[in-house]
């Protein structure tokens, strides 16, 4: 039996359901394989008081320390978060808080190995509790840790002496490994860990119906991601412009959705670019499925999810050359890869809507990524980690 305690601040509950999905459909994955078993730990971050009844922290405090999630049994331990001034020792803080109750879970559950989701902090913090547990740890890169926390003076050391500490590291795409290669980190410690799609979820539908459905009658783009400038929604809206007779739909939701319906509003396109706000995966798929093209001008990314589940829609994708995206988008009919421009972006689609790619054609192009295939490798990776201290 393989025991693989997983580390995550990226998990859903109750207050943020859709938070880091990616990272709980790849641990239930695991551990419905057979000979695995996996515990979540997925702490909570909360200020000191009073500002722990802040309402943004409020409903974090009424969450459940320990819960069964459906099968898997998900740990919510807290721990003190310092806004702004303790951005630096976050990493340390947090082994700090969580040791006492790993050291107790490691009785009941002795887990072989911890299995970090995102380098900060929670890489760092694996390898503080680690060395204090004397078990191996894993660390998963998925983009914005490396080329964003990885810049930041005082973390981007944290995170390469985690990195070289570690027994094994994936990276989600073969750029991001090249990236964490460029930074000092161990080459023959990583690989390439691809994400998965729920490709019984994420299928094409009848795309007249669906747009009708939605009361769309022309060219219907969707663009998927958080509201912040790295999405590059911006530059949607400045494609939209020159698209007069496409409709776009804006799925997620962010700090700067209030600029975005400014300028929406400025070129012109307000009635035709449809703010819809965070969605649950069932109406992302729905959304997806009807859309023609997916467009998400992004800076960086390690692989972004979107670009997947559009395929398995059999929706193509017109995105920038940003982080994995060769990995994805590596034939004519699954997209165009396009400069971060209005211009270029619109001519991208009109290319993209000239030449209608075949759904299925597209579709085929997503059922590599697979969460049994993404598992079975994870699988495998943690299985060596948990055995290199023996070694």
């Not at 496409?246 to 509003?265: C, H, K, S, V």
């Amino acid at each position: 039996m393989l025991r693989v305690l997983t580390l995550s601040t990226l998990f859903p509950n109750a207050h943020q359901p859709q938070l880091g999905l990616f990272v709980e459909r790849q641990t239930r994955a695991l551990s419905a394989r057979e000979g695995v078993a996996v515990q979540v730990v997925a702490p909570v971050g909360l200020p000191l008081w009073p500002l722990s009844f802040h309402p943004h922290y409020r409903p974090l405090g009424r969450l459940a320390v320990s819960e069964d999630c459906s099968g898997l049994q998900v740990h919510r331990p807290r721990f003190t978060v310092w806004p702004v001034t303790g951005a630096r020792r976050a990493g340390r803080s947090l082994a700090k808080a969580l040791l006492p109750r790993l050291r107790a879970l490691q009785r009941d559950f002795p887990f072989d190995a911890i299995d970090a989701e995102f380098f900060w902090p929670d890489g760092v913090a694996a390898m503080h509790l680690a060395r204090a547990l004397g078990v191996p740890f894993s660390v998963k890169a998925r983009g914005s840790d490396i080329y964003h926390w990885g810049d930041v003076p005082g973390i981007g050391e944290q995170i390469a002496a985690a990195a070289r500490a570690a027994a094994g590291l994936l990276a989600v795409s073969a750029s991001l490994k090249d990236e964490m290669v460029l930074r000092g980190m161990p080459a023959d410690k990583i690989i390439v860990h691809h994400t998965g799609a729920d490709l019984g979820l994420f299928q094409p539908r009848d795309r007249t119906a669906a747009k009708a459905e939605l009361g769309v009658t022309g060219p219907l783009l969707a663009t998927v991601g958080g509201l912040i400038e790295r999405k590059g929604q911006s530059f949607a809206l400045q494609a939209l412009a020159l698209l007069p007779d496409a409709t776009l739909l804006l799925i997620g939701d962010g700090p700067d959705r209030p600029q975005l319906e400014r300028q929406a509003a400025q070129l012109g396109v307000a009635g035709r670019a449809r703010f819809l706000g965070s969605q649950p995966p069932q109406e992302v798929a729905r959304l997806v499925a009807a859309a023609d093209v997916m467009l998400l001008p992004t800076r960086a990314e390690g692989l972004a999810n979107a670009w997947v589940e559009a395929l398995a829609c059999g929706t193509p994708v017109v995105t920038c050359d940003a982080g994995g995206v060769r990995d994805v988008i590596d034939r004519p009919e699954l997209g165009r890869i396009a400069a971060r421009d209005g211009a270029a972006l619109a001519a991208a689609v009109r290319e993209v809507l000239a030449a209608a790619p075949d759904q299925q054609a597209v579709r085929r192009g997503a059922e590599r990524f697979s969460w049994e295939r993404n598992a079975a490798e994870l699988e495998a990776h943690l299985r060596a980690v948990a055995t290199s201290l023996r070694a």
